[in-house]
Structure formats: structure tokens, C-alpha cells
């Protein structure tokens, strides 16, 4: 059956070829699906945004000021996904700045899961007992506003991979009680295949090790990068992959085949979504995106709780409002499509799960979590 039943929803042809134009390039459908060429052409710059969206004043300010906080990157696929009208455009809100990336909310942190302060040598972050993660790009291809890393992503703060690894893997050998590593970033799917597969190997050379695990966004940013070769180099070292969407707009036929292409190759997939305020804080749209991702084979796995990373307090939602939408769900759909609610505990406490048994209180929108160690932190919602 071809992708387009699959997916959620499509770019007409005409929606590439506006942003190619103003690109200054013809379209050629070749070189639209040759992922290098998406990365040489992401929109970076204030004045190819004019030419692309009616902007606001508060998206202009922000694009002018964008490079002083977290740059600014969008690849031509995801692009023209994005409503040139309206501001309030699901795919617009999660990867165009405004001026409110600037203000500073209640509770804002530069690293609120506390990865600094874990971090065993420069890129590997040990906080739990068995599990390691280890950030070995600080480039995606494109910046999410919301990103839990603005303090390292893009910003050049990570020494080459290769400066890093041999000191990472040697960590790695010296304790045996990790079997678990996370690969992360940045996106490690930027990498070539090569550097990639030889990355993969090292670690699965290490014996102890049993379980590896890439985080991406790339299938709905850059979905032409999921090809046959880089599918084999994934099934040879049995990686997971958790991906990253956070609308059903993002469910193109072109991501439907890149899904299509993992799970065929054995690749198992799960899906990361944060809840967003005007992107997918509605019962409907949460519904309509997990039951989006379980025709492409991808299980909704977790639902984040917003970190309150500096400047985003815009995009945050409260905690009660997260409970709310969960209630709405369970028991209203299958559950393969409910994922698990959590909240990245401030100040380097992991992933909690917020139901009843982790929620020892809240006042005036500050909530007291029990983690998985049995200490307690707090979160502090945007809105009181």
C-alpha cells in the first residue's frame, strides 16, 4: 500500500517549489530528496523568513535577536509544512523564535535536567545506575525552541567527537554496571554512515553493554536522510530509535516512507512528544498525532512535561493541564496510543511518571515530585 494512505497529512508541489524560489533555486525533485542538499539549504536567516511567512513583529524581533540565545535552522522539508498566514501555525510555533524567547518565566533554568553537574567526562552523563547518555553531535537539522540543550546545541561548546570518544569509551569499559547508552546531541543521525557504523561498533565491542539507543528528529525533519544504507548500519548494531514529533502535520508521505523503511529494516521505534502550548495541548490533537504515528509502526512512548528551559515559558503548559489531557485519554483509545506522562525532574532528578503515587503535593503551581530514588523535587508552572 503506498505511504500517502499512512500519512497524516501532505506538501503539494507547489508549497516546495514557493520555498525553493526563494531559496533562489529551481525545484528539482532529485535534489529536494538528497538530504545534503536540505541541510545546504535550511533557512537561517531573517530576510528568507520574510520571503517565506507573513511574520509579526514579536517572529521578526525574535529572528533579529535569535543568534544572540539559540540559533535559528530549518530544513526546506520542514518548511513547507509551515502555514504562511498564520501565526499560530503548529509547525511555525515550535521552530520560528518570537521576542517571547526573551523573557524569563518562574522556575526557568539554563540546564534543568542537571546533565552538567552528571556529566562524568565532557559528553557522557551517568545519573542513573545503569544507563549513560552520551551527546556525541551538537547539530540538528533544525532547532527546535524549545530545546532542553540550547546551552550546547549549536552554540560549538562540545570538542570534536573525536576528541571525545576515546575518553567516553574508556569510561564505559571501566564500569561494568551500565548496560544502557543513549546516543543524543545534537542529532547523531548527521553523522555520515561510516563515522556512525565505526561509533556504533566501539560501544557494542564493549560487553557489557546490551542496549543502545539513538534519539533523533531527523525522519521529520530531514526524512531523506533515512536511507537503505543508513537503515543497514542501525539493524547491524540492533539500535532503538526514539523519535521526536510533535504534531500530526508532521505525518508527511515522505515521513510514512522513512518509518516505513526502519520498521522494515527490524529498527524498533518509539516517539518522545512534548506537550506544547498551541501545538498539541488539546485532546484532539494528541489523539489525532498518536494515532497518526501507530499507522507508521512508531509507539507514542513518552509525553514530557515542557522543560522550563530559559525563554520558554510561551510554550509551557501547567502540569494540571498535562493530567487533564492524559484523563482524556486513557481508556478512550487504544493503548498502544497513551503514552506515559512525565516530568524530566528539575535540577537533575530523571524522567518521573506524574500520576497519583509520584504527586506529593502542590501549591499555587509548584508541584512536589517523588522520583525514582525516592527524593523529592519540585516543578514550577508557568501559569498560576
Not at 533562489?24 to 531573517?46: E, F, S
Not at 507573513?54 to 535559528?72: I, N, P, Q
Request: a negative charge.
Amino acid at each position: 500500500m503506498k505511504q500517502e494512505a499512512f500519512a497524516s497529512y501532505s506538501v503539494e508541489t507547489t508549497r516546495r517549489e514557493e520555498v525553493c524560489g526563494l531559496l533562489g533555486v529551481p525545484y528539482d525533485p532529485d535534489h529536494w530528496n538528497d538530504w545534503r542538499w536540505q541541510m545546504r539549504h535550511r533557512l537561517t536567516r531573517l530576510e528568507q523568513f520574510e520571503r517565506l511567512l507573513d511574520l509579526t513583529e514579536s517572529e521578526r524581533r525574535g529572528l533579529l535577536l535569535a543568534s544572540e540565545k539559540f540559533s535559528v535552522a530549518v530544513t526546506p522539508e520542514f518548511a513547507a509544512l509551515i502555514d504562511p498566514h498564520d501565526p499560530g501555525c503548529p509547525i511555525r510555533l515550535q521552530v520560528v523564535p518570537t521576542e517571547n524567547e526573551l523573557l524569563v518565566s518562574p522556575g526557568d533554568m539554563t540546564d534543568p535536567c542537571g546533565e552538567d553537574d552528571s556529566s562524568v567526562v565532557e559528553g557522557l552523563v551517568h545519573r542513573y545506575p545503569d544507563r549513560v547518555l552520551f551527546l556525541v553531535l551538537d547539530t540538528c537539522a533544525a532547532y527546535c525552541r524549545y530545546c532542553t540543550r540550547s546551552r550546547l546545541v549549536s552554540q560549538g561548546e562540545l570538542e570534536p567527537l573525536g576528541r571525545r570518544i576515546d575518553a567516553a569509551l574508556a569510561y564505559l569499559q571501566q564500569h561494568t554496571e551500565v548496560r544502557d547508552v543513549l546516543l543524543s546531541g545534537g542529532d547523531p543521525l548527521l553523522m555520515s554512515d561510516h563515522t556512525l557504523d565505526q561509533l556504533l561498533g566501539r560501544l557494542r565491542a564493549i560487553d557489557h553493554i546490551e542496549f543502545l539507543r539513538i534519539g533523533t528528529r531527523i525522519p521529520g525533519f530531514l526524512p531523506q536522510r533515512i536511507t537503505p544504507e543508513l537503515v543497514r548500519v542501525l539493524r547491524k548494531h540492533r539500535v532503538w530509535l526514539s523519535l521526536h514529533f510533535c504534531h500530526v502535520k508532521e505525518l508527511t508521505p515522505e515521513v510514512a516512507e522513512a518509518c516505513d523503511r526502519l520498521a522494515d529494516g527490524g529498527i524498533p521505534l518509539g516517539c518522545q512528544t512534548v506537550l506544547l502550548k498551541g501545538v498539541n495541548d488539546s485532546v484532539e490533537a494528541l489523539r489525532d498525532l498518536f494515532h497518526g504515528l501507530l499507522k507508521l509502526r512508531v509507539r507514542p512512548y513518552y509525553l514530557y512535561q515542557a522543560d522550563p528551559v530559559l525563554g520558554t515559558g510561551h510554550l509551557r503548559t501547567t502540569v494540571e493541564k498535562g493530567l487533564e489531557l492524559m484523563a482524556q485519554l486513557r481508556g478512550h483509545t487504544t493503548g498502544y496510543a497513551v503514552p506515559t506522562y512525565v516530568i524530566d525532574a528539575p535540577g537533575g532528578g530523571g524522567k518521573v511518571p506524574v500520576q497519583q503515587d509520584t504527586i506529593l503535593g502542590h501549591e499555587d503551581g509548584v508541584w512536589s515530585l517523588r522520583n525514582w530514588q525516592g527524593r523529592t523535587y519540585t516543578y514550577e508552572d508557568v501559569e498560576r
